[in-house]
Nanobody, 121 residues
Framework: QVQLVESGGGLVQAGGSLRLSCVVSGSIFSFNAMNWYRQAPGKQRELVALINNLGSTNYADSVKGRFTISRDNAKNTVFLQMNSLKPEDTAVYYC???????????????WGQGTQVTVSS
């Protein structure tokens, strides 16, 4: 069973920084990509940043130049460094892993429980 546990959320003033972490545990064979999503109240969940198994990254336009996604494969951990935070970044942030828990197993989306990020103006 694969588990994703996020940490690092909190309350920060506009212009501040936070670093989110997501530790993946359990039966892991390979992940094609690890991603960060966010969902603000009344809005749909949106992809914020992704990093694939080659280390290539991509970002939502709204966070480019401010957020950085990275991963530590040895520790099965993915990070999201968030700088120059804005009130509109306020949301629950979810870690997502897309891959296989076993060789030959189905490609599956795995989700963490989410961590709240609140940016005050």
């Amino acid at each position: 069973q694969v588990q994703l546990v996020e940490s690092g959320g909190g309350l920060v003033q506009a212009g501040g920084s936070l670093r989110l972490s997501c530790v993946v545990s359990g039966s892991i064979f390979s992940f094609n990509a690890m991603n960060w999503y966010r969902q603000a109240p009344g809005k749909q969940r949106e992809l914020v940043a992704l990093i694939n198994n080659l280390g290539s990254t991509n970002y939502a336009d709204s966070v480019k130049g401010r957020f950085t996604i990275s991963r530590d494969n040895a520790k099965n951990t993915v990070f999201l460094q968030m700088n120059s935070l804005k009130p509109e970044d306020t949301a629950v942030y979810y870690c997502n892993a897309y891959g296989r828990a076993s060789a030959g197993g189905p490609l599956t989306n795995y989700w963490g429980q989410g961590t709240q990020v609140t940016v005050s103006s």
